[in-house]
């Protein structure tokens, strides 16, 4: 999968794509994120991408041109499965938006900055707008590095048996148990008895009645899907 991020601040990109699991991914060949400077498609010696908002009213509003000739450059070399467009409007993200996206070959993410794009991309190139939560960010940088995290570590041969994303938390619509590593006994506070039991089915057991109590009091929304 290769995933183009087009944003005015690719500075705020470089960090999370340079570690752990996203690395890896790169080093392996599975998944290549390419960050791409909005400005360098902007008009004149400011490279200008914004403008006032027709009707009036306080805030720029991200131009057609720049991000249309970006998105069009880009489609001229491959093929992409997916526009995709960061905004505190958009459906909220959530395990099963990820679980789809990485089914799809290659996609581009838009990252929204201040009043957000002129609405006729959003109406004729965006597929997908996307929230990550019920909070307002500066800008989509980070919702579309938290996007692209969520969807490359599902990609088959990211994880290993030890990361596996079938045990995460929401793949069944069910929060993950507690867990604990040595000692047994840390000033007092012990390990639950029957993890140290060796009895696999006792052990299944009680990490799915684990599992059903933190849903039910951290996230009952979760249950009523
Ligand atoms: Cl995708 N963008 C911005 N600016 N704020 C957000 C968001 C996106 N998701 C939640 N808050």
Redesign the pocket.
């Known amino acids: 999968m290769r995933i183009d991020i087009i944003t005015v601040l690719p500075e705020l990109l470089e960090g999370p794509f340079a570690h752990s699991i996203l690395k890896r991914a790169k080093d392996k060949g599975l998944a290549e994120v390419h960050v791409h400077q909005l400005r360098d498609f902007g008009a004149g010696k400011h490279q200008q991408v914004d403008d006032y908002q027709y009707g009036g009213g306080a805030g720029m509003v991200m131009q057609c041109e720049p991000l249309v000739d970006c998105i069009e450059a880009l489609q001229k070399q491959r093929t992409y499965d997916a526009v995709l467009y960061?905004?505190?409007d958009?459906k909220r993200f959530n395990q099963q938006d990820a679980n789809a996206l990485s089914l799809l070959g290659d996609m581009i993410i838009i990252c929204?900055h201040y009043k957000g794009i002129d609405q006729r991309i959003r109406d004729h190139w965006i597929t997908h707008e996307?929230?990550?939560?019920d909070?307002?960010?500066?800008?989509?940088e980070l919702?579309a590095a938290v996007i692209s995290d969520a969807v490359i570590r599902l990609l088959p041969g990211v994880l290993n048996d030890e990361t596996s994303a079938l045990t995460d938390s929401f793949q069944d619509n069910l929060l993950a148990p507690p867990v604990y590593t040595r000692p047994e006994d840390f000033r007092g506070h012990k390990v639950p008895e029957v993890l140290l039991s060796g009895n696999t089915k006792a052990i299944d057991l009680w990490r799915e009645e684990q599992a059903y109590d933190r849903t039910k009091t951290r996230r009952p929304d979760l249950l009523e899907d």
Do not use: D, E, F, K
Request: net charge neutral.
């Open positions: 960061m905004t505190p958009g929204g996307y929230s990550i939560g909070y307002v960010l500066s800008g989509g919702a």
